[in-house]
């Protein structure tokens, strides 16, 4: 079992390489609380409605983003379509005593405006960081790069976990080239139900808190 630290942060070295589906399992798993403070464009569901209908989980386990945009690109250029500037003090850390999981939005390097990137708010934050990264080619190269900027930025990084089919080569060349451990390899899943998502929990992390 992964012992993981109380609040956490779920980055990614991309769009869409499965984030918000590990959110929902370590979510599930360690009956976390979870917040996506920039939610950037919107289709039939925002990721903290696909976490909610993923867990099961109570609505007290979910907080509300600091900004829901409404264009699927770029935070600071969604932002300025709505006609907004996404202002970094309202990106605090709530205040949750308890268990919590912050997902965040793209890469690491994202603009929120026109001065401030994604990982500058992480640093601030100062939370441990789980990276999520696609098991596709490529992903030694984005992985890395993600990885040496985590570190400049003085983060703590509790591992990575590699999102589709297994490659044994590219988890080797991470954990040696990046000095970090694969926590997991997450296979596709068939179906996301609360169901699924608590046996992906067992399968990749361990039992599930009470």
């Not at 956490?8 to 599930?28: N, S």
């Amino acid at each position: 079992m992964i012992n993981f630290p109380r609040q956490f942060l779920i980055a990614g070295t991309d769009t869409g390489v499965g984030k918000t589906v590990v959110a929902a399992i370590l979510t599930r798993g360690l009956k976390a609380r979870y917040w996506k403070p920039v939610q950037s464009g919107r289709e039939e569901k925002t990721d903290t409605e696909l976490v909610k209908a993923m867990t099961g989980l109570p609505e007290g386990h979910f907080l509300a983003e600091a900004y829901c945009l409404q264009t699927p690109i770029s935070p600071h250029a969604s932002a300025r379509r709505d006609g907004i500037t996404i202002d970094r003090r309202r990106l605090a850390l709530p205040p949750v005593a308890g268990p919590l999981i912050v997902e965040g939005a793209g890469g690491l390097l994202v603009p929120l405006n026109d001065q401030t990137l994604l990982l500058d708010v992480m640093r601030d934050w100062g939370l441990p960081v789980l990276l999520v990264a696609r098991s596709r080619l490529g992903t030694i190269n984005h992985t890395l790069l993600s990885l040496m900027a985590l570190k400049a930025a003085g983060l703590e990084v509790l591992g990575v976990v590699m999102n589709g089919a297994q490659e044994p080569e590219s988890r080797q060349a991470i954990e040696k080239h990046g000095q970090v451990g694969v926590l997991a390899e997450l296979a596709p899943l068939a179906t996301l139900t609360p169901e699924t998502i608590s046996a992906a929990y067992r399968r990749l992390f361990g039992g599930e808190k009470d």
